[in-house]
Every structure is written in C-alpha cells, then in structure tokens.
C-alpha cells in the first residue's frame, strides 16, 4: 500500500517549516517518491480569485504591482530553493504558490494532486480562528482525506 | 531518529487501528519502538490515581478497589491490544502495551515526555474534529510537543475493534 509514496509539504519558509522538511527527507525511507510543495500566500496589496497560481498563471502575475512582483518572485526562489533540496535527496518535486485561504488551498491542491499525505509546521495564523477553532493546521486536518502529519518542534 | 519511539494512543476502535499500517511502514524510516496506550478518561472508568497498567496482575489488583466488572472489562481492552500489538512484534518494533488513567490530553502529553517519545501517531474520525465534538482532540493536537500523525476514517468505517 503506498501510504507515504506522495507527501504534500506546505511550508510558510518558518523555522519550524525547515523542521517538517526534514520528515519530508525522512519519508523517503518508508517509500516516498513524490512531493507536491505548497506555499499559500494571502498578504499580497492586491486581492486576487482565490486559489490563483501565481507560478502558473503568467498573466496575473504581471498585472501585480512592483511590490508584489518583487515578493512574489522572492518566494518562487525560496520554493526553487526547497525543490533543489528534495531532489538532491532523489525525489520528484512539484512546486505550487497558491493565493488565498491558507488552510483551503493546501487542501485543494491534496485533493488536486491525490497526495497520501500532508507535511507541515503548527502555524497557527490568525488569532480570533485560533480562539475558536484552532490553528491553520486544526482546519487542515479537519478538511484533509489524508493523513496530516504536524511538526511541533525540533527534533532534539 | 525522527521516528524511533512512536506513541500509539488506542481507544478500541477501527479509527484507531487504521493507524496500525502506517507505524508499521514507519519501520522502514527507522521506527524501533511502538508504546500502545489506551486512556481510562475519568468520566468512563471512575476515579484512579495516574499509574501505568502494564500488566493483567497489576489490573487485576485492581479488583479491590473496582468493581469486577469494571476491571474485567480493562483486561478484555489490555488482552486485545496485546493482540494487536503482537505484529509490531512480528515485524521487529518493540511494543509496550500499557493503561493509563486521567485525562487523555493530560495524559499523552506526559507520557510522551517521560518516555522521549518522538511521535505520537493518533488516528481519528472525520467528525471528531467537527464543530460539535472539537474539544477532546484538539486538546490533544495542542497538548503534545511531539510531531503528530493524524490519520483519519470516515464515521460511517469507525465501530468497535
């Protein structure tokens, strides 16, 4: 049974998302082959559709301003960064930066790419929903078919 | 050693036993140890102080201070996770199978730490994370320092093992 052959790794390029690549390499031991990096951003000065893919679609990209273009062009490093990282390690990478809801677009992208499972740091953006409900990562695995496997803190 | 020492917290039922494959395949990313916990909450089983069951005559010591029936029921949850555990076995990962009261948050929370757990692998249902019943997982999801593998089942699979 491929349980860990397709991992979706979602980074915020935070500390403790350097901690979950680490399980991500790890994986490979248990038959992992494929990664589906996703990056979600939500803080751009413009408001985009929700769930645009800003590698993807050119065009939305060029219609941004100076600014955002400049951050924009700075995470697509960060995730190409990432992918050289995985693929030293010998496995596949597919890159995605997304624009949105966080924990909505990593799950579509899971359901997109029928990963076996999600990858992440805790990250626990946005205080009122963490009041209520939880973390980024509580509404991913409320909304995720797959298994989640959270990083907390680093391995000691 | 990222996944040496996984804590498998057990409830008895399937959701919790779809996690079984997974720590199984662990082994191949260096899972040697696998400890088996099953959380008596307070509000099912009475009040007991927090000790480690990790053996029938410790459980059936209990019989002074429980009723029978009560105890004979931890012994059927204690026998079949010794069963279940017997294929870790099979497969080279050491296995504790243990009873803890208290708390379940509380509990695998502290556990984790005194025995340097490097995962806790929980399994869970779909609706166990709905608005309705957020607390008890939840609890445990911000509880553990540990990374935390949640495979779920969807409610209409769950049942008892």
């Given amino acids: ?156 | 050693m990222l996944f040496e020492k996984v804590l498998y917290p057990f409830d008895m039922r399937k959701a919790s036993l779809n996690v079984k494959p997974y720590i199984l395949k662990l082994k191949e990313a260096g899972c040697k140890e696998v400890h088996m916990v099953y959380v008596m909450i307070p509000s099912e089983w009475g009040l007991l102080s927090r000790e480690e069951f990790d053996s029938q005559e410790k459980l059936e010591a209990l019989k002074g201070t429980m009723e029978e029936g009560f105890v004979d029921g931890l012994l059927r949850i204690f026998n079949k996770m010794k069963e279940i555990s017997k294929e870790f076995e099979e497969n080279g990962i050491k296995t504790r199978v243990v009873i803890i009261p208290g708390e379940l948050d509380e509990v695998l929370s502290w556990y984790a730490d005194k025995y340097g757990m490097k995962l806790v692998a929980i399994g869970i249902t779909s609706e166990s994370l709905s608005f309705f019943r957020i607390g008890k997982i939840v609890d445990v999801i911000k509880a553990v320092k540990e990374p935390i593998l949640i495979v779920k089942t969807p409610e209409e699979e769950d049942g008892e093992v």
């Fill in chain 1, 1 to 156: 049974m491929p349980l860990f052959r397709k991992a979706l790794y979602s980074t915020d390029f935070s500390p403790l998302a350097e901690v979950a690549l680490d399980y991500v390499k790890k994986l490979k031991e248990a038959g992992e082959e494929e990664i589906v990096v996703v990056h979600v951003v939500d803080d751009l000065s413009v408001e985009l559709p929700d769930g645009t893919d800003l590698i993807k679609e050119k065009d939305v990209f060029k219609i941004l301003p100076e600014v955002d273009q400049e951050y924009v062009v700075n995470l697509i490093e960060k995730l190409n960064s990432i992918k050289e990282i995985l693929e030293d390690v010998g496995l596949k990478v597919k890159l995605y930066l997304k624009y949105g809801n966080i924990p909505k677009q990593i799950v579509s992208v899971a359901d997109e790419e029928n990963v076996n499972i999600i990858v992440m740091g805790a990250h626990g953006k946005g205080l009122l929903s963490e009041i209520l409900l939880g973390s980024v990562s509580t509404d991913v695995i409320r909304h995720a078919k797959c298994p989640v496997l959270i990083v907390k803190k680093r391995e000691e």
